[in-house]
């Protein structure tokens, strides 16, 4: 796995943490690379709409029209074969939510490559939806395969964090 940031010498202190949590994991959470960027594309109508979001991941063969172009070069690099980016938000995070955004996105990558149990969870997605207070949320929230990231997640952030800070955290803060 290879992690770049953009621009090309900062975000040491985030590389340092993915290379944390990718030794956590087994090698098919890994993506072949991982991209900290440091721009702002909240205001830029001429990228996908994935980049105003926190993270995504990318699979080679997935489109890659309207990215900016030091992302396109990498996307067209014969050794990428899927991809972690990473917003300046994400970058911005405190460490405990930056874990989660990471293994979320690195769940996906696992997902691609060797799927997931999504009968058993398509059955606890439907019995959240008929809990009260998970009716309001919009329901890509309860889809299989992002709840399935979501407690890969918290699984990963526990296993790095511990349980106390863990608790602390979402004491304070929702996700994103």
């Known amino acids: 796995m290879e992690i770049l940031a953009y621009p090309r010498h900062a975000f ?3 590389k340092t943490l993915v290379r944390r949590i990718a030794d956590c994991l087994e090698h098919d959470y890994s993506p072949s690379h991982v991209l900290l960027d440091g721009e702002d594309y909240s205001n830029n109508a001429s990228v996908l ?3 105003r979001d926190i993270a995504f ?11 900016p172009t030091h992302v396109l070069g990498l996307m067209n690099d014969n ?4 991809l972690v980016w990473l917003s300046r938000r994400a970058l911005e995070e405190e460490d405990i939510l930056f874990v989660w955004i990471v293994a979320h996105e ?7 490559a060797k799927g997931f149990p999504s009968d058993a969870l398509r059955r606890i997605s439907r019995d959240l939806w008929k809990q009260t207070e998970f009716r309001a949320l919009p329901s890509s929230s309860l889809g299989v395969a ?4 979501d407690i890969f997640a918290m699984q990963t952030a526990r296993n790095i964090f511990g349980l106390e800070p863990m608790t602390e955290f979402f004491g304070r803060r929702t996700l994103p």
């Open 49 to 51: 709409e994935e980049f």
């Open 106 to 112: 690195f769940r996906h990558i696992y997902q691609a």
């Open 57 to 67: 991941c990318w699979n080679r063969g997935q489109p890659n029209d309207g990215v």
């Open 79 to 82: 050794l990428c074969l899927n």
């Open 12 to 14: 040491a202190d985030r």
């Open 146 to 149: 992002e709840l399935d990231c």
